[in-house]
Every structure is written in structure tokens, then in C-alpha cells.
């Protein structure tokens, strides 16, 4: 009992009363900002590092893709005029792939679209949402923050979200990894074993697009461009909350 309430004094309360309201520590690597100082000329160092050709530079302008950035930190620590520097804002998940790419000068959060949102999934999932995760040939980076969301430090049970065994207990699939080509089949069957209507869930940088095998002739991505995503939650791995977070909105959207 006594080495019990020492670790409670020395590390605190573990478990989030609110999931909503938590700012993580300043060290975590969530949304970039992009400052509008120019560059030097001709310097290209932030794309030229990036292993997922995440940033772009067009006319001088920076722009930097969440939805391939592994969040290595590289650009910013090699920039030489600091224009990239990552915040610790872990609300980065969006239902609109292009919310994801990041501009110059952009300081606002990333924004949600309660109009892309289908009516159904609110309608159907607003109290209760179960998924089936697949592991598309990830690393398993993202399956275990994944299973972290459901422990009790972030305990997303809580908001009626939780993961199945089976499919066909499904209201959706999150689907981590780049898609392999031994894996689509699987994950193919998955989904038609999911009754309708579903959600769709692209978790990590490697699900949303490809990632460091974005090119690779081993992954057989046509399903992405298939079917309709409801929520694109970037990170390499994504933090729990990034997750949770991005759900709890998906299935709270009000349409106008």
C-alpha cells in the first residue's frame, strides 16, 4: 500500500477525466506551422530531407502533407531560415484529405467538415461505434497506440467506441498500414463482412498514403480510392487522443 500511494505522488493522476480537454506535453510533435518568412534562395533542404516527399516548394512557397509526414522532425531542426516548427497540438485528424496539407502563414487547426460528415453515421453511430482494426501491413506502430486508446489512462470505451473481433459486429474498419498487396484480399473481405453503412478509417501516415512505401510495387492501394473515408487521422504513429479525438468529432458532427 505504502509503494502504491509513492507512485501515486510521484507520477500523479494517470487517467484523463476529459479526453477533449488535454494538452499534451510540449516535446510532442503534433501540427506544424509553416512561418511566411522567405527562404534562402534556392534552398530546398526541408524537401530534400523528407522521407515521404510530404513537403512540397512551389514558387518559394512551403507546403507540408499530415497525411505523409512521419513527424521525424527533420525539417525543422535542418531548416536554415526556421520556418517549420512543430506545435504540440494532437488535433490533427480531419474528414477532408486536403484539410491535411499545411500552407505557409496557416496557424489555425485543422479543420473538420460536419457537411462531409454522412447523416447516417451520425443518425446511427452518435452513442455507440464499434470497429474492426486492420493491420494492412503495418508496422505495428499504429496497432499499439491504437490498443492504448482503450486502456484506462484514455479509456474510449467510455464514449461507446470500441474494437470487435469480428466484422460482422462491425459499424466500421480503421485500417493501419500501407495496404499491402498480400493483405488486400483480407482486407477486402473485411469490409464487405461489415454491414452497412460503415465507417472507413485510414490511421498513421502509411494508411492515408502509403508513406515511406508510398512507391513501392508491394502495395496494392486501390481500395483507398474504392470507397469513401470518413476520417483520415495522420501520425507516425498517431498519439491515442489524436484518435479518439478525431472520432468523437466524426460522430458528434451536427449538419447544417
Do not use: W
Not at 12 to 24: E, H, M, N, S, Y
Not at 113 to 140: H, M, W, Y
Not at 147 to 157: L, P, R, T
Not at 232 to 240: A, I, K, L
Amino acid at each position: 500500500m505504502l509503494t502504491m500511494l509513492k507512485i501515486l505522488a510521484e507520477t500523479g493522476r494517470q487517467t484523463i477525466p476529459d479526453v477533449t480537454k488535454v494538452a499534451l506535453p510540449a516535446i510532442f510533435r503534433g501540427k506544424p506551422e509553416i512561418a511566411s518568412t522567405p527562404c534562402e534562395s534556392g534552398c530546398t533542404t526541408c524537401r530534400d530531407l523528407c522521407p515521404t516527399s510530404a513537403i512540397r516548394i512551389s514558387n518559394s512557397t512551403v507546403t507540408l502533407d499530415l497525411g505523409a509526414c512521419v513527424f521525424c522532425g527533420e525539417c525543422a531542426d535542418e531548416c536554415p531560415a526556421d520556418k517549420i516548427a512543430f506545435t504540440n497540438d494532437h488535433l490533427v485528424a480531419s474528414n477532408n484529405r486536403s484539410s491535411l496539407v499545411i500552407a505557409e502563414g496557416d496557424v489555425s487547426s485543422i479543420t473538420f467538415d460536419p457537411d462531409l460528415v454522412r447523416k447516417e453515421i451520425v443518425g446511427t453511430f452518435g452513442s455507440s461505434l464499434k470497429l474492426r482494426q486492420v493491420s494492412a501491413g503495418g508496422c505495428n506502430a499504429c496497432e499499439l497506440e491504437l490498443n492504448a486508446c482503450g486502456n484506462v489512462n484514455f479509456d474510449m470505451g467510455r464514449y461507446g467506441i470500441e474494437f470487435v473481433a469480428s466484422p460482422r459486429h462491425a459499424d466500421g474498419v480503421v485500417i493501419t498500414g500501407p495496404i499491402s498487396l498480400n493483405m488486400s484480399e483480407a482486407n477486402q473481405i473485411c469490409h464487405d463482412s461489415v454491414p452497412d453503412p460503415k465507417v472507413v478509417i485510414l490511421t498513421g501516415a502509411c494508411a492515408i498514403s502509403g508513406g515511406v512505401f508510398a512507391n513501392s510495387p508491394a502495395l496494392q492501394r486501390a481500395y483507398v480510392d474504392r470507397y469513401n473515408v470518413d476520417l483520415y487521422v495522420p501520425g507516425c504513429p498517431p498519439h491515442p487522443l489524436t484518435f479518439i479525438n478525431g472520432v468523437l468529432t466524426m460522430i458528434r458532427s451536427k449538419h447544417a
